[in-house]
């Protein structure tokens, strides 16, 4: 093996690609998609076992990129201490849930971020009875927050660094930290402001609660895969770049010859369909779309795009060229 590398290197050839993701994928006409236990508005379960949401939605756009058809997801439910491990260990293809990439995580864990879905922030949900409006004023509060995130960690720092006296009480589900905060174990929860505004529509009653305008950190949230197959990075870091750009270019998918015409790099490289690219787009939607449907100022998450508007547009959302 040692003088087949050395002849590569010497030749410049390349070695025939192994099998990987892709080809699992297709081989079992599915696809594993790692999501949270459930987030309104990001990935959460209906009565009838139906997921939906918007890290959903990425994952049905990668099905249907991939396979076809959206409805090929097997969707396994990951706390944020499990998630991470899953994705290594190989018990799902892609994870789709509310992950900020961060630079220990890249470097330290063996995978790759393909690109922000989301651009956040953390916050703190309150009583609205308390009359807060800052978190300045969060002087001797206790803090329920999820272990295995940012938020547990960035909460501390900022309040040691403000010179604060903020207590955190950590749980290992989102579901058991939002009952603690609900029956007055703590005086606020926090998280993404993105989630906690899911976790405020979950409430009995939303209208008891307020969502500071404050964030205290910087949360880009990407789908992950693993480092070890750069094939698959790029397929589906090119299916978020394809959601970005269908919005940017104003397209759907009736736009079949120019969507052809986008998409045929995929086709060349991957053995796509020819028509992924408008697969997708039936299926989903373009970002926008996706945004409205499940995160927008309609929904019960009432939520604007904000940074999450496309850079034409005052946000950040950016994204390659596919020509």
Request: glycine letters at 10%; one cysteine or more; charged letters at 20%.
């Amino acid at each position: 093996m040692r003088v087949l590398l050395a002849l590569v290197t010497i030749l410049g050839l390349a070695l025939p690609a192994s099998a990987g993701t892709l080809d699992d994928v297709r081989n079992r006409d599915r696809l594993i998609c790692g999501v949270s236990e459930g987030v309104a508005g990001f990935s959460i379960k209906d009565q009838n076992g139906g997921w939906h949401g918007f890290d959903v939605d990425f994952c049905k756009a990668v099905a249907a990129t991939v396979l076809g058809d959206p409805a090929k997801v097997d969707y396994v439910s990951l706390s944020a201490d499990q998630r991470f491990d899953a994705l290594r260990q190989g018990k799902i293809d892609l994870l789709s849930r509310n992950s900020t990439w961060t630079m220990r995580r890249d470097l330290a864990l063996g995978l790759d971020f393909v690109g922000p879905i989301y651009i956040d922030g953390q916050s703190f949900l309150v009583p609205a009875l308390y009359g807060l409006t800052s978190v300045r004023q969060m002087e001797g509060a206790t803090v329920c927050v999820v272990s295995g995130t940012t938020s547990e960690v960035n909460g501390p720092n900022f309040f040691t660094a403000a010179g604060m006296n903020v207590t955190f009480l950590p749980f290992s589900g989102r579901v058991e930290a939002r009952k603690a905060y609900e029956a007055g174990d703590c005086d606020a929860l926090t998280g993404d402001r993105s989630a906690l505004a899911g976790e405020r529509a979950q409430t009995a009653d939303p209208d008891a609660h307020f969502l500071l305008r404050d964030v205290i950190s910087k949360e880009p949230l990407s789908p992950v895969v693993r480092q070890d197959d750069p094939q698959w990075t790029d397929l589906v870091r090119w299916t978020l770049f394809a959601l970005i750009n269908a919005e940017e270019l104003g397209l759907g998918p009736n736009d079949s010859d120019r969507l052809r015409q986008l998409g045929a790099p995929m086709v060349e490289t991957y053995g796509l369909d020819p028509d992924w690219f408008a697969n997708m787009l039936s299926a989903v939607g373009s970002y926008k779309d996706m945004f409205a449907r499940n995160l927008g100022e309609q929904t019960p998450l009432g939520l604007g795009r904000g940074l999450n508007a496309l850079w034409t547009e005052g946000g950040l959302l950016y994204a390659p060229p596919m020509q």
